[in-house]
């Protein structure tokens, strides 16, 4: 839950945050002073700050030199007039996240907000190495694995992480190499500055300029304010570039320029501005067999493979699987309230047959998934996922196609071998709950109404989210509830958008 400082001495701007913000989703604190904002910012520890330009006691920019002093970690936002532009640029170049002009537009502001919270828990939330001792109740992330290739990954981050050279980071989708970029960051000499970072498969071209170099005013169509970019935000800090190998030709040219001569100029500007930046990029791309299609710059990937730390895929890890498991078995169990005291060895076995394409990634939802379905104090193969338990019907990636699979605990007990038709309606139709409170009964669960209830809540919003191709605005309309409130439920429910569009 993101906790958001908002510093405001406008009333109606405060309620405004509590309506886009609402609780259990975020914790929302305020302030309408400068010094009760500090004393907040000191004793609540807030994840992002959203502060004005204009306070009584003192001005945003003064403020934010205060905060930025005590935990630049922190992101700041700052709120500002047209006429005050100009003071909340200098504070971005000075460290502060963003500003954004009044009145305030929810449909920017929240996602803002989102990354900003998102920007600080990579900062503030520690990947350590394995210690050798119980892991299991550190704070943060953890890199876990015994195998000789994550060894090799842990000698490979002590060896360059105190260096100040370019990091290259390869392996297949969900393999960790965020949590390895973060564990760099954590151990090298820069951990007190800046960490931003940005998926540049996730970002159009012109808009990737924009957020890697910034922009003038007027530059292109919709650029009605000067923007600065996170070259130049993270000066001294380190940035870490997800999925590089997706960037086109024309922003390759533009990355090799600040790698060699660590200086750029904004988009619709002629003003060189230097940067000191260490770039760690990441890639699950072929990047030799780019290079020799032409897709990808040789004189880039030479600049950015000084040093390379190569990921195994999960289904090479062998015993890592359980330890893997049974760690996120332990985290997940506390966040959501469960008493799951370990994984039975037959639960074990099904995991470790699995091919796993989504490698870490998925194994941390399918056992968070599996949590949230389960009752008692063991989690045993019935309430892992049909695809988890029939690994011939998960997707073939050769032809893109998938059979129909089963998608909770209810779900499973009424389905038939007859194929799914009507974008599923036929299998949604004939849910059997006398079979789920069996189940659950057979269980020895003394949980069942609430289990029950939680089982159809997914149920249902599983069944609208695929019935709208996972749009959360047309599905919040036709469950009758507001955006914020869906996805929290999601969030509680362990629903992401991916797989539920992946199994209609």
């Known amino acids: ?60 920019l003064d ?18 007039g ?23 537009d929810p449909d920017t502001l929240i996602p803002l907000v989102e990354s900003a919270a998102e920007t600080s828990r990579l900062m503030r939330v520690p990947a350590h190495l394995p210690s050798g001792g119980d892991d299991a109740e550190a704070s943060g992330d953890i890199l876990i694995g ?55 498969a996730a970002i159009p071209e012109q808009l990737l300029e924009s957020e890697l170099f910034g922009h003038e005013r007027g530059s292109f169509t919709g650029a009605d304010r000067k923007r600065i970019g996170k070259f130049e935000q993270c000066h001294n800090g380190t940035l870490f570039m997800d999925e590089i190998g997706d960037m086109t ?45 032409r897709d990808f710059r040789s004189d880039l990937f030479y600049r950015l493979n000084v040093y390379t730390i190569n990921l195994p895929p999960l289904r090479e890890r062998g015993d890592d699987i359980r330890l893997l498991a049974e760690r996120f078995c332990k985290v997940f169990s506390k966040e959501l309230g469960k008493k799951i005291t370990h994984i039975s060895p037959e639960a074990i076995k099904v995991l470790q047959r699995y091919h796993w394409p989504g490698n870490v990634r998925e194994l941390q939802s399918v056992i968070k998934r599996a949590i949230l379905e389960a009752t008692g104090p063991v989690l045993v193969p019935v309430f892992l ?27 499973r007990a009424h389905a038939s071998d007859e194929p799914a038709s009507h974008d599923q309606e036929a299998s949604d139709s004939l849910t059997d709950w006398d079979a789920v409170v069996s189940e659950l009964l057979k269980s020895g669960s003394e949980t069942i109404y609430d289990e029950t209830l939680k089982l159809m809540e997914r149920h249902v919003i599983c069944r609208v989210l695929r019935h709208t191709q996972g749009n959360q605005l047309q599905a919040a309309r036709l469950l009758g509830l ?16 991916e797989t539920v569009v992946g199994e209609s």
């Not at 996922?385 to 779900?411: C, D, F, H, M, W």
């Not at 507001?482 to 958008?497: E, F, P, Q, W, Y």
């Open 1 to 60: 839950m993101p906790r958001i400082l908002v510093i405001d001495d406008e009333d109606l701007i405060l309620k405004s945050f509590g309506f886009a913000f609402p609780s259990p989703e975020y914790q929302l604190l305020s302030a309408m002073t400068g010094q009760e904002a500090v004393e907040l910012f000191q004793t609540s520890a807030p994840d992002v700050v959203v502060c004005d330009i204009k306070l009584p006691d003192m001005t945003g």
């Open 63 to 80: 403020l934010f030199q205060k905060l930025h002093s005590l935990d630049p970690k922190i992101p700041v936002i700052l709120m500002t």
């Open 82 to 104: 047209h006429g005050t532009a100009s003071t909340a640029i200098d504070a971005m170049r000075a460290g502060a996240f963003e500003y954004v002009l009044k009145p305030l």
């Open 146 to 200: 015994q195998c000789p290739a994550m060894q090799e990954v842990y000698r490979a981050i002590g060896r360059v992480a105190p260096q100040n050279v370019t990091v290259l980071i390869r392996g297949e989708s969900g393999t960790g190499k965020e949590v390895v970029a973060r564990a760099i960051y954590n151990y090298s000499q820069r951990s007190d500055k800046p960490f931003l970072a940005i998926n540049c």
């Open 249 to 293: 030709p024309l922003m390759q040219t533009k990355v090799l320029r600040v790698l060699q001569d660590q200086q750029f100029e904004r988009v619709g500007g002629n003003e060189n501005i230097r940067t000191d930046v260490r770039l760690i990029a990441a890639t699950n791309r072929d990047l030799e067999t780019m290079i020799a299609r």
């Open 385 to 411: 996922s049909e695809t988890i338990l029939n690994p011939e019907q998960q997707e073939t990636y050769s032809t893109g196609e998938r059979k129909p699979v089963a998608s909770s605990t209810a779900e």
């Open 482 to 497: 507001s955006r914020a409130t869906l996805r929290v439920k999601c969030r509680h429910l362990g629903i992401t958008i």
